[in-house]
């Protein structure tokens, strides 16, 4: 069957990908391997920069093959959840969802998007969540469920229509167009069509524009307009061909097989419908393939090549039945009974529309079993509505029994009137309590968008701070690679190792909850890893241990704290070990009897005889004496079995 070897070979070659893929991870460590882009990524520092380079290679990667894309998403996903970065998580599963809904993997497709709107719903941004909520009716749509995906359509466009975006509020229009035009409502359609085109030219987006005219086209063809819809998808076809959108361009020619079957221009229609299949199974455009099939199906049995006919709807059929469509599942079978009765073979084109009748039914189930829910809730309501009315006229019973004892009973009346004003009183002050409670709600609320404003905005300074020092870094690289002066390549790399220890210090603070405090056994970690990188450590020769305690510390006790780190460890990895010889460096940070105990010990040769850092005038010792001062900390050094550095610190601070 042709498309399930299409089938095979696109699993085939989402292995050697994978393979590939696996493969470049190895010989990115190496310094080598086949593609350029990945290797470049795998090398990059797992931070956010390497999270949105993973999301950008899946956004490049849509245009010519969903599989792929969807790999690249899931590295993005991966590494954005390892650290704690949300709004990459976000972009990464929204970027997954899109290479699932083209690749025909709706419900992975609708999993999600459902995660990426609830992200948004907790982030209270409207106009994301309404565009998020129109790509779940895409979903739905796909999934034959008209009603529900008109429900995500509308209440997109209510969201987005409060906002002066023309180009989210046209896409909208658009969506709702094809529905209606799906469901045969084409006055509906024309008009959705008709805001979705101005709408796009009025935000500029050409691309879009285009698509439009190329839903007009399949509008015309669909209302018996031959002429129109040609214009249409041949100026449509032309823009797509010169900027090569691969989708776009198989629904044009998808679009014009259906006007050539109307002329009868069968042998055209083949080859229209051929390229356009082609076009999307080289995308990994499962849905749209199964369309391509069906309708070369409809070909063949217009030419009486009834065995090709079959053979092209039971694969349509076995799709359909993959990707679960109900809709393009009844539409196989109702296709296949179609072919076999124009082959004269009755009774199989009884038994395919006996299953097309058992699928039909099943939809009508549906709406059946929905209008009978719909029908109880109204019959539920009626009731409560009945009993409200019963209550109300016992009530009003009562009231006129209560009046003839009032008239009956003066004394009783004098002590009711009495409960009433006491009641009135009470009514009055919880109306005003209820108000004052009110009040207080409002001003909680102010506060707590106050404070989460100042939160947003002490982590964007951190992001700019830390976004600054690394520009300092990169002009500092930069610089040392027009440098020959070995002593001045020297300061310069040593410059950047300390501030690259203060640039780490800031990503953690925006990264975490906590704005202003350090958690040191991650930081620590992390700036080890930066300096053994930095100076090409082999970790197999030299063994890093540290014992570093849970400690949250504010960044006036980090940033110096992290400054003598890197120059202490600096020094190690220069002169503590030779090129061949093996080593162990510890690093410990603990609080014990109110101090704060920092220690580094390497196993080299220690320091040089008659050599003491503590009164040397070289920069980084300085630098060490000055912060160590800065931290009320005592220094000691001792030169047995390598170079041991402690330093007792009394002034430190937690978050």
């Known amino acids: 069957m042709i498309y399930s070897y299409f089938h095979k070979m696109q699993w085939e070659k989402y ?4 393979l590939l893929f696996l493969s470049a991870n190895i010989s990115g460590l190496r310094g080598q391997g086949n593609d350029p882009g990945v290797n470049e990524i ?104 008209y009603d529900e995906a008109m429900n995500c359509f509308f209440q997109s466009l209510e969201i987005k229509e409060r906002y002066p975006d023309p180009d989210a509020l046209a896409f909208t229009y658009k969506t709702i ?15 959705y069509f008709d805001k979705a085109l101005k709408g796009f030219q009025l935000a500029g987006n050409e691309q879009l524009e285009h698509t439009m005219i190329l839903n007009i086209g399949g509008f015309y063809q669909e209302t018996d307009q031959p002429e129109k819809s040609l214009e249409y998808v041949l100026r449509a076809k032309a823009y797509f061909e010169e900027v090569d959108s691969k989708q776009e361009l198989g629904r044009s020619n998808y679009i014009l097989g259906k006007l050539f079957i109307d002329e009868g221009k069968l042998v055209e229609a083949e080859k229209a419908f051929l390229t356009a299949r082609t076009l999307f199974y080289n995308l990994g455009s499962l849905f749209r393939v199964i ?122 009346l004098g002590f009711l009137g009495l409960l009433l004003v006491i009641v009135g009183l009470i009514y009055n002050q919880f109306r005003i309590n209820k108000g004052n409670n009110r009040k207080l709600v409002e001003k909680n609320k102010i506060i707590q968008n106050a404070l989460l404003e100042k939160e947003v905005l002490l982590k964007e300074i951190h992001h700019r701070v830390k976004n600054n020092l690394q520009f300092i870094s990169s002009l500092l690289n930069l610089q040392s690679r027009h440098t ?10 040593e ?8 640039s ?35 970790r197999k020769k030299v063994q890093v241990e540290t014992n570093i305690q849970d400690l949250n510390l504010d960044v006036d006790t980090a940033i110096p704290i992290g400054l003598i780190l890197n120059e202490i460890i600096t020094n190690a990895f220069k002169y503590a070990f030779d090129e061949d010889a093996s080593g162990t460096l510890f690093v410990e940070l603990i609080e014990e009897n109110d101090l704060l105990k920092l220690c580094i010990q390497d196993n080299g040769p220690g320091l040089p005889e008659g050599f003491d850092p503590l009164e040397s005038e070289q920069f980084g010792f300085e630098l060490v004496r000055s912060l160590a001062s800065k931290l009320k900390g005592k220094v000691v050094l001792s030169n047995e079995k390598g170079l041991r550095f402690t330093l007792d610190i009394s002034n430190y601070k937690h978050a």
């Open 15 to 18: 292995i050697l990908v994978i």
């Open 42 to 145: 795998q090398s990059m520092t797992p931070d956010t920069s390497k999270v949105m380079a993973w999301i950008d290679l899946s956004k490049t990667a849509t245009a010519s093959d969903f599989g792929l894309a969807r790999i690249y998403g899931d590295s993005a996903l991966q590494l954005a959840a390892k650290i704690g970065f949300e709004s990459g998580e976000a972009q990464a599963h929204k970027q997954i969802a899109t290479a699932c809904y083209y690749g025909g993997k709706l419900p992975d497709a609708l999993e999600h998007y459902n995660w990426v709107l609830a992200y948004h719903e907790r982030q209270k941004d409207e106009l994301n969540w309404a565009k998020i909520m129109n790509n779940i009716g895409l979903v739905k749509r796909n999934q034959g469920k």
């Open 177 to 191: 167009g094809e529905t209606y035009a799906i469901e045969s409502n084409y006055e509906l359609a024309e008009t």
């Open 291 to 412: 369309g391509c099939n069906e309708s070369l199906a409809r070909v063949a049995m217009m030419q009486q090549d009834y065995p090709k006919a079959i053979n092209l709807a039971k694969i349509t059929l076995e799709n359909a039945r993959e990707i679960d469509t109900k809709s393009q599942i009844a539409r196989a079978l109702l296709l296949l009974s179609n072919i076999y009765k124009e082959a004269r073979d009755y009774q199989t084109a009884l038994d395919y529309l006996e299953q097309f009748n058992i699928v039909q039914d099943s939809f009508q189930n549906e709406e059946v079993t929905k209008t009978i829910a719909e029908l109880e809730e109204k019959y539920q309501s009626e009731v409560k509505e009945k009993e409200l009315a019963s209550l109300t006229i016992t009530n009003n019973m009562n009231e006129l029994n209560l009046k003839k004892q009032r008239n009956q009973k003066f004394a009783l």
């Open 484 to 493: 020959q002066d070995p002593n001045a390549l020297l300061v310069l790399n």
């Open 495 to 502: 410059s950047k190792d300390r501030i690259n220890s203060m």
């Open 504 to 538: 780490i210090i800031h990503q953690k603070l925006y990264q975490e909850d906590n704005l202003i405090g350090v958690p040191m056994d991650q930081y620590i970690e992390n700036l080890l890893d930066s300096l053994i990188h930095s100076y090409k450590v082999d």
